[in-house]
């Protein structure tokens, strides 16, 4: 028994608390009251805590329990009001169980969360993440309140873009790094939802081509107690608490509400730009850690039902956070479903990028299969299969690359690995480069998806940045005050590690960028760009920047490349005018039409085709691939027949220069990375093109 249970509370009248119903779950607000409804099958007690702008708490006991949800409703209870919940019940951590009532409870359903963790002084350097040592102190002092929420939204005529996956490119981006630092979003919008939709950021990302901004976790997180003993913060925002709530430090007007009507605004303002918004939500794990992590919220309410545990009593983490969420049960598998279709239907978003996706594909023996039934349930449900749904297909256990259901696009790491080999000279073959640029056939069109179930990128939030990929040989994560993140980088600093003066490195260093830019941008699939690197971002070779809140990862708008950006803008140009470059279904290797070329060639430098043993040439850094473009292999949506000119790319990734024999007729060199920007260059004076070291070409033939 703990000690709170024995103290007397204050009880309102009974004529304020009416039964109410179970569903929906969450604080539902309507024009008399409100309503409350909560999930835990051990309790056996639940109260509902409200509290004034001063902090007094005033608890009212949920007597109403319908299929394991307790209820009340509160005529005159309104938008604004700070609540939170109190749990009775067994605390037996031998079998998984830790109800406490002396832990305030963040609603899982809470729409709105106000105030951030405050860790308890006495953690003597931050040892434990608890915001509470002792297991009778009240934690109340220390934890944020949910938000009772208005819901109403003027939308006016916003309407999704919905993009066709052939022609999307994705942005990946941090709501506070785009906006921190940009001088011309006002000071008090900057980092922050309303800054991402000013104009002057809107303008960036639409004359840049991108059709879709991947916005970096925005559901409520929390900031670590030993990363703010060391001056740091949870930057990403991976350390997840309400999976219904935006992020109250990303909104301009805080976090007593307007970060939901904030958020909206920035939707619809991108939806006017024609831009979607996709989020990266971790429903795999919370911020609520192993045994040792803070009790904050599903903890407390049915610890054995919201997470997954071995043996009755351990956290099976497949997530290295300490916990993974247990989408067996149907408790934390239905508020995954609800949160996802709020954020459609609510909040408007156009798709979603499932953190370590691979631990929601565990079925109850802990292994992770397509067949799982969070996949039957996206499958099935009218709102959520209409998004798009892309996978981060891996988890620390498993990399499940290519399995997912025929619904979902899946970042494509032996993409990324390929071409990062290809460029610093280290594949040991043509084979894989040739599997990667032309959709990665071989992990998905035996399962019959597309070219579009592959998101190709180089990099990502998790990892260098274009420029640093390009710049180090080695992570350099001193800042991060801990030896962490990756040593397979697959980088290389061209002879000199970090900053040089010396041209002839800054000159191939940037030459590299451009190979590995439009390699990306000219291969088949969903081309994914990491933010910043179209201007030449740096973050001095940090690969693990989780907790730099500070010029680290914020964008340095003073100090742009331009003459990348422009080469970048071109590249996606590029790609939205020429549709051989983003087809919707595979290659056949067969002439098309009343063409004699076959849709897909690879060639030689010598301009004859590519044949077994060339594939496996371990030296070997040099190739073409010829794209019909007369008669693409598939119609275009509405029936029609899709024609573009002949295209080859000429790729030489060795040291030394080649000479390039190019089909009969007429070329000309649309965009060169040995050009700073990438201008188009004119007809190719005959048939051969010299191609110099560490470059690419891409080439057009007009159809007669």
Same mark, same amino acid.
């Given at each position: 028994?703990?000690?709170?249970?024995?103290?007397d509370?204050p009880?309102? !009248?009974?004529?304020?608390?009416?039964?109410g119903?179970?569903?929906?779950?969450?604080?539902?607000?309507?024009?008399?009251?409100?309503?409350?409804?909560?999930?835990?099958?051990?309790?056996?007690?639940?109260? @509902?805590?409200?509290?004034?702008?001063?902090?007094? +708490?005033e608890?009212?006991?949920?007597?109403?329990?319908?299929?394991?949800?307790?209820?009340?409703?509160?005529?005159?209870?309104?938008?604004?009001?700070?609540?939170?919940?109190?749990?009775?019940?067994p605390?037996?951590?031998?079998?998984?169980?830790?109800?406490?009532?002396?832990?305030?409870?963040?609603?899982?359903?809470?729409?709105?969360?106000?105030g951030?963790?405050r860790?308890?002084?006495?953690?003597?350097?931050g040892?434990?993440?608890?915001?509470?040592?002792?297991?009778?102190? #009240?934690?109340?002092?220390?934890?944020?309140?949910? @938000?009772?929420?208005?819901?109403?939204?003027?939308?006016?005529?916003?309407?999704?873009?919905?993009?066709?996956?052939?022609?999307?490119?994705?942005?990946?981006?941090?709501?506070?790094?785009?906006?921190?630092?940009?001088? +011309?979003?006002?000071?008090?919008?900057?980092?922050?939802?309303a800054?991402?939709?000013?104009?002057?950021?809107?303008?960036?990302?639409?004359?840049?081509?991108?059709?879709?901004?991947?916005?970096?976790?925005?559901?409520?997180f929390?900031h670590?107690?030993?990363?703010?003993?060391?001056?740091? /913060?949870?930057?990403?925002?991976y350390?997840?608490?309400?999976?219904?709530?935006?992020?109250?430090?990303?909104?301009?007007?805080?976090?007593?509400?307007?970060?939901?009507?904030?958020?909206k605004?920035?939707?619809?303002?991108?939806?006017?730009?024609? @831009?979607?918004?996709?989020?990266d939500?971790?429903?795999?794990?919370?911020?609520?850690?192993?045994?040792?992590?803070p009790?904050?919220?599903?903890?407390?309410?049915?610890?054995?039902a919201?997470?997954r545990?071995?043996?009755?009593?351990?956290?099976?983490?497949?997530?290295?956070?300490? =916990?993974?969420?247990?989408?067996?049960?149907?408790?934390?598998?239905?508020?995954?479903?609800?949160?996802?279709?709020?954020?459609?239907?609510?909040?408007?978003? %156009?798709?979603?990028?499932?953190?370590?996706?691979?631990t929601?594909?565990?079925?109850?023996?802990?292994?992770?299969?397509?067949?799982?039934?969070?996949?039957?349930?996206?499958?099935?449900?009218?709102?959520?299969?209409?998004?798009?749904?892309?996978?981060? !297909?891996?988890?620390?256990r498993?990399?499940?690359?290519?399995?997912?259901?025929?619904l979902?696009? +899946?970042? =494509? #790491?032996?993409?990324?690995?390929?071409v990062r080999?290809?460029?610093?000279?280290r594949?040991?073959?043509?084979g %894989?480069v040739?599997?990667?640029?032309?959709g990665?056939?071989?992990?998905?069109?035996?399962?019959?998806?597309?070219?579009?179930?592959?998101?190709?990128?180089?990099?990502?939030? %998790?990892?260098?940045?274009?420029?640093?990929?390009?710049?180090?040989?080695?992570?350099?994560?001193?800042? =991060?005050? &801990?030896?962490?993140?990756?040593?397979?980088?697959?980088? #290389?600093?061209?002879?000199?590690?970090? !900053?040089?003066?010396?041209p002839?490195?800054l000159?191939?260093? &940037? /030459?590299?960028?451009?190979?590995?830019?439009?390699?990306?941008?000219f291969?088949?699939?969903?081309?994914?760009?990491?933010?910043?690197?179209?201007i030449?971002r740096?973050?001095?070779?940090?690969?693990?920047?989780?907790?730099? %809140?500070?010029?680290?990862?914020?964008?340095?708008?003073?100090?742009?490349?331009?003459?990348l950006?422009?080469?970048?803008?071109?590249?996606?140009? @590029?790609?939205?005018?020429h549709?051989?470059?983003?087809?919707?279904?595979f290659?056949?290797?067969?002439?098309?039409?009343?063409?004699?070329?076959a849709?897909?060639a690879?060639?030689?430098? #010598?301009?004859?085709?590519?044949?077994?043993p060339?594939?496996?040439?371990?030296?070997?850094?040099?190739?073409?691939?010829?794209l019909?473009?007369?008669?693409?292999?598939? !119609?275009g949506?509405?029936?029609?027949?899709?024609?573009?000119?002949?295209?080859?790319?000429?790729?030489?990734?060795?040291t030394?220069?080649?000479d390039?024999?190019?089909?009969?007729?007429?070329?000309?060199?649309?965009?060169?990375?040995g050009?700073? /920007?990438?201008?188009?260059?004119?007809?190719?004076?005959?048939?051969?093109?010299?191609?110099?070291?560490?470059?690419?070409?891409l080439?057009?033939?007009?159809?007669?």
């Amino acid at each position: 028994m703990h000690p709170l249970e024995d103290e007397d509370r204050p009880v309102p !009248p009974e004529a304020r608390v009416w039964p109410g119903a179970a569903r929906p779950l969450g604080a539902t607000p309507d024009a008399g009251g409100t309503n409350f409804a909560v999930f835990s099958e051990v309790a056996d007690a639940v109260h @509902l805590c409200l509290f004034d702008d001063a902090g007094t +708490e005033e608890r009212i006991e949920l007597t109403e329990v319908d299929a394991d949800i307790w209820h009340a409703y509160l005529p005159g209870v309104g938008p604004g009001q700070r609540y939170g919940y109190r749990v009775t019940g067994p605390f037996d951590p031998a079998r998984g169980h830790r109800c406490n009532p002396a832990k305030l409870l963040v609603d899982p359903y809470a729409k709105a969360i106000t105030g951030e963790v405050r860790w308890h002084p006495a953690l003597n350097g931050g040892q434990a993440d608890q915001p509470d040592v002792r297991d009778d102190e #009240d934690s109340a002092p220390y934890a944020p309140r949910g @938000l009772v929420v208005d819901p109403a939204f003027d939308w006016g005529e916003d309407t999704a873009p919905r993009t066709p996956y052939a022609d999307t490119v994705v942005y990946e981006v941090h709501v506070k790094g785009l906006t921190q630092r940009h001088p +011309e979003v006002p000071e008090e919008l900057r980092g922050t939802y309303a800054g991402l939709a000013h104009r002057a950021v809107i303008e960036h990302l639409t004359s840049l081509g991108v059709t879709a901004v991947e916005l970096l976790p925005v559901h409520q997180f929390v900031h670590d107690g030993h990363l703010l003993d060391r001056g740091l /913060r949870q930057y990403w925002g991976y350390n997840s608490l309400g999976f219904l709530a935006p992020h109250g430090g990303y909104a301009a007007g805080g976090d007593t509400g307007a970060q939901v009507t904030e958020f909206k605004q920035m939707v619809a303002a991108l939806h006017r730009a024609g @831009l979607e918004v996709v989020l990266d939500v971790v429903y795999n794990h919370t911020a609520e850690g192993n045994h040792l992590g803070p009790t904050l919220s599903l903890r407390g309410f049915d610890n054995a039902a919201y997470y997954r545990l071995h043996e009755g009593r351990y956290y099976f983490d497949t997530t290295g956070t300490g =916990n993974s969420l247990n989408v067996t049960h149907s408790a934390p598998l239905q508020l995954v479903m609800d949160s996802l279709r709020y954020w459609v239907l609510e909040m408007h978003v %156009d798709g979603f990028r499932f953190d370590l996706a691979t631990t929601l594909a565990r079925e109850a023996g802990q292994d992770p299969t397509p067949a799982a039934v969070f996949f039957d349930l996206v499958q099935q449900d009218p709102v959520i299969s209409q998004v798009k749904l892309i996978a981060e !297909p891996w988890d620390t256990r498993d990399n499940q690359v290519g399995a997912f259901p025929d619904l979902w696009s +899946e970042w =494509n #790491d032996h993409y990324r690995n390929t071409v990062r080999d290809l460029w610093r000279g280290r594949t040991a073959g043509l084979g %894989d480069v040739a599997r990667r640029l032309s959709g990665s056939s071989d992990l998905y069109q035996a399962r019959r998806r597309r070219p579009t179930a592959s998101v190709n990128f180089v990099t990502a939030h %998790d990892g260098f940045t274009l420029r640093d990929l390009v710049s180090y040989q080695r992570k350099h994560n001193e800042a =991060n005050g &801990a030896d962490d993140g990756t040593d397979d980088n697959r980088s #290389d600093n061209h002879g000199v590690e970090g !900053p040089t003066d010396d041209p002839d490195v800054l000159a191939l260093r &940037a /030459r590299q960028v451009r190979n590995l830019l439009a390699t990306l941008l000219f291969s088949q699939g969903v081309p994914m760009l990491l933010g910043g690197d179209e201007i030449g971002r740096t973050q001095g070779g940090n690969n693990n920047a989780y907790c730099q %809140d500070n010029a680290i990862s914020w964008f340095d708008w003073e100090d742009v490349d331009g003459d990348l950006l422009a080469f970048t803008r071109r590249l996606v140009a @590029l790609r939205r005018t020429h549709p051989a470059l983003r087809r919707r279904r595979f290659f056949q290797g067969r002439p098309v039409l009343d063409s004699d070329d076959a849709d897909l060639a690879w060639l030689r430098p #010598d301009g004859t085709p590519m044949t077994g043993p060339d594939w496996d040439t371990p030296w070997a850094r040099a190739l073409a691939v010829f794209l019909a473009g007369d008669g693409i292999s598939e !119609p275009g949506p509405r029936g029609e027949r899709v024609r573009d000119d002949d295209l080859l790319i000429a790729i030489n990734a060795g040291t030394d220069p080649v000479d390039v024999t190019l089909p009969p007729g007429e070329w000309s060199v649309e965009v060169d990375t040995g050009s700073a /920007r990438g201008e188009a260059a004119g007809p190719v004076g005959g048939p051969t093109l010299h191609l110099g070291d560490r470059r690419l070409v891409l080439l057009r033939r007009p159809l007669d």
